[in-house]
């Protein structure tokens, strides 16, 4: 299920299910958006990213789909493995004006065995 | 790939002391670089903009005098935390864009700074 913690709402998922992680954008200008994983100690790492002409795109196990009309994104990760436990943002970019990553409160993703 | 490398990882200060964390691309040049503070379970903010042979560009409340920032070359950018205190400590995260097929960006694996 979904809680709200503290500061980064947790997603308790089941090893082998799949994972979806939503976020709300803010800005209807940024055409540019990506999706980090943060581990625990260490910075963000890349997963995937989509364009604003686009509203779905896929990578390995990985979905992205874009809903520019109510300015959300969410990340899809199909059959979750123990290695995805990790913090997620989302990021938005304007890239017509600068290169400025956005980021979203972030999701911790929780595997349960 | 593209990487992205910070120096130190860990620091421990002791107050009123400055610090200086380095970011560098390892393999390719980049003319901007951008600084970011992230404090425990929250998310990253975006402190500054490091620009190569120009002045830094700060976020609305970033005190530029406390957090100075020097692009001496197109593969490293310093940030100093002048006179830190203990609300400095935080982790203190790089990345640098690069223009590509994904035009993403790589983050550093970030400095964590303990001021005593």
């Known amino acids: 299920g979904e809680s709200v913690g503290l500061h980064l709402p947790t997603l308790s998922v089941q090893e082998g299910d799949n994972s979806i992680i939503n976020c709300a954008y803010s800005n209807s200008a940024s055409d540019y958006f990506i999706w980090y994983k943060q581990e625990s100690g260490k910075g963000p790492q890349f997963i995937i990213d989509i364009r604003s002409n686009m509203d779905k795109r896929q990578g390995q196990r990985v979905t992205v789909l874009l809903n520019k009309t109510v300015k959300h994104l969410s990340l899809q990760i199909a059959a979750t493995q123990p290695g995805d436990s990790a913090v997620y943002f989302c990021?938005?970019?304007?890239?017509?004006?600068?290169?400025?990553?956005?980021f979203g409160k972030g999701t911790r993703l929780h595997i349960l065995p | 790939g593209a990487v992205v490398s910070q120096h130190p990882s860990r620091v421990i200060c002791k107050s009123g002391t400055s610090v200086k964390i380095e970011c560098r691309s390892l393999d390719f040049q980049a003319t901007t670089m951008f600084w970011y503070r992230q404090f425990p379970k929250q998310s990253l903010m975006l402190m500054a903009t490091?620009?190569?042979?120009?002045?830094?560009?700060?976020e609305q409340g970033v005190e530029k005098d406390k957090f100075l920032i020097n692009h001496a070359s197109l593969t490293l950018s310093t940030l100093t935390v002048t006179s830190a205190h203990p609300e400095d400590s935080s982790f203190y995260i790089c990345s640098a864009p690069v223009r590509g097929w994904t035009d993403t960006q790589y983050f550093g694996p970030g400095t964590r700074l303990t001021v005593l």
């Open positions: 990021a938005e970019i304007n890239m017509n004006r600068d290169d400025k990553i956005i």
């Open positions: 490091s620009n190569e042979g120009s002045k830094a560009t700060y």
